[in-house]
C-alpha cells in the first residue's frame, strides 16, 4: 500500500481549534493532510471579521507521547510535513474561525485572491447554524447578556455553544435564571447534535402549541339540522376536502342589493359520528355524518342561518403559516388547490 499511496505538495490544511496559551498568545490547532508548512510561510485564513493574512511565528507540536491539547513542553520545528496535527503561533489569529481551510501565499499567489477564496469558507461554516457572534476563551456573564438579546427576537436562538472553554458560575446562575441555554462539550460535533436535538424539540413544541391554529380545509353542504343552536347539530356532505374535529367553521353570504360579503363564524367541530360512532376524520365522497359544533355567541338555524347554507372551514392567513410550517407533508395536493379557493373566498392575501 506505501508504494501505491500518492503524496500530494499543494498544501491542504484545517483550522480545528483557536486557543490562547502562555506564552505564546492565539494559537490555533491545524490539521496538515497534504504539503509542507515551514516558519515564516505566510497564511491566509477565515477571521471573523474578514480575512487573516499573517506569517508563521512558531509550529509546535508535542512532545513524544503526549497530545496536542494536553499541555505539556512542545517542539518547535522549522518545517512540517503533512499528514499531521500542527500548533501554529502567528499574530492576528485571535478572530480566527474554526473549521475554516488555510492557505499558505505561494510566490507565484496573489494575496488578494486567496483572501476571497478562504472567505467562501465562512457560508458554508455557518450556514447550519445561524450564529451572531463567536468568541474564545472562557464564558462570563457578558457574553450570557449579549446571547440574552434573542430572547425577545427568537427565544429558541438565545442559545450558546461552548467547545472546550469554562462557564463562569455567575454565567451560568444568570443563564439558568433567563433561560438561555448553554451546551459545553469537549468534542465539537456532541455541540452540534445538541443544538439539532434542541432545535427538534422546541420544533415539536411549537406543533403541539399550534394545533388549534392549523385549520384543514373542506367544503360542507348540511343535509339536516337537529340542533339549531347551543351546540348546533347538523348532518353534512364532505362535498371537497376532509373535515378533522376542532375545525372552525363559517358562512359566506354576500347581500345581494350591496354585493358586500359577510362571514359569519359558527364555532368549532367538537365531535364527528356516524351511525353513532364517533369518528376523527370524514373524507369527501364518504356517507353523511352528524357533527357537533360548538362556539360563543353561535348563529341559529332559521335566523342568521338557512339549511341549505355551505359551510366552509374558516381558514386565516395564519393558519395557512402553520400548515406550510409543520403540517406541509399532511395536506394533499387537492386540499392545497382548495386552500387556494378558499382564500378567494375570504380575500386573504
Not at 125 to 145: C, E, F, Q, T, W
Not at 277 to 301: F, R, T, W
Amino acid at each position: 500500500m506505501t508504494n501505491k499511496l500518492m503524496y500530494l505538495s499543494e498544501v491542504e490544511c484545517t483550522v480545528l481549534e483557536v486557543k490562547v496559551i502562555e506564552g505564546l498568545g492565539t494559537t490555533i490547532d491545524v490539521v496538515l493532510s497534504n504539503g509542507y508548512l515551514r516558519e515564516g510561510d505566510r497564511i491566509v485564513l477565515c477571521g471573523l471579521n474578514g480575512p487573516i493574512a499573517t506569517n508563521i511565528r512558531a509550529l509546535l507540536t508535542p512532545a513524544e507521547m503526549k497530545e496536542l491539547r494536553v499541555k505539556s513542553a512542545y517542539v518547535h520545528n522549522k518545517e512540517v510535513k503533512a499528514a499531521l496535527g500542527v500548533k501554529i503561533a502567528a499574530n492576528d489569529l485571535e478572530d480566527a474561525i474554526a473549521g475554516s481551510r488555510l492557505l499558505v501565499v505561494g510566490p507565484d499567489d496573489d494575496e488578494e485572491d486567496l483572501e476571497e477564496e478562504v472567505m467562501s469558507d465562512l457560508e458554508n461554516l455557518l450556514a447550519k447554524i445561524p450564529v451572531a457572534n463567536i468568541s474564545i476563551g472562557p464564558v462570563y456573564k457578558r457574553d450570557v447578556m449579549q446571547a440574552g438579546i434573542m430572547l425577545e427576537k427568537a427565544k429558541e436562538y438565545a442559545v450558546m455553544l461552548c467547545f472546550d472553554v469554562k462557564v463562569d458560575k455567575d454565567a451560568q446562575a444568570y443563564a439558568d435564571a433567563e433561560g438561555i441555554k448553554i451546551f459545553t462539550a469537549d468534542i465539537i460535533y456532541h455541540l452540534f447534535d445538541d443544538f439539532t436535538k434542541h432545535m427538534a424539540q422546541l420544533a415539536e413544541q411549537r406543533k403541539e402549541e399550534s394545533k388549534l391554529l392549523a385549520v384543514f380545509p373542506c367544503v360542507l353542504k348540511p343535509v339536516a339540522v337537529f340542533n339549531k343552536k347551543d351546540p348546533i347539530v347538523i348532518g353534512v356532505d364532505v362535498v371537497e376536502g376532509n373535515l378533522r374535529l376542532l375545525t372552525p367553521l363559517a358562512a359566506v353570504k354576500t347581500n345581494g342589493a350591496t354585493g358586500v360579503k359577510e362571514v359569519i363564524p359558527i364555532g368549532r367541530v367538537q365531535s364527528i359520528e356516524r351511525d353513532h360512532k364517533q369518528i376523527p376524520l370524514c373524507k369527501k365522497g364518504q356517507p353523511s355524518v352528524a357533527v357537533k359544533i360548538e362556539g360563543p355567541n353561535q348563529p341559529m338555524y332559521g335566523r342568521q342561518l338557512e339549511e341549505g347554507d355551505t359551510l366552509y372551514a374558516l381558514i386565516s392567513r395564519k393558519s395557512i403559516d402553520v400548515l406550510k410550517e409543520f403540517y406541509r407533508s399532511d395536506v394533499s395536493n387537492d386540499e392545497w388547490a382548495l386552500i387556494k379557493k378558499l382564500k378567494v373566498l375570504y380575500d386573504i392575501p
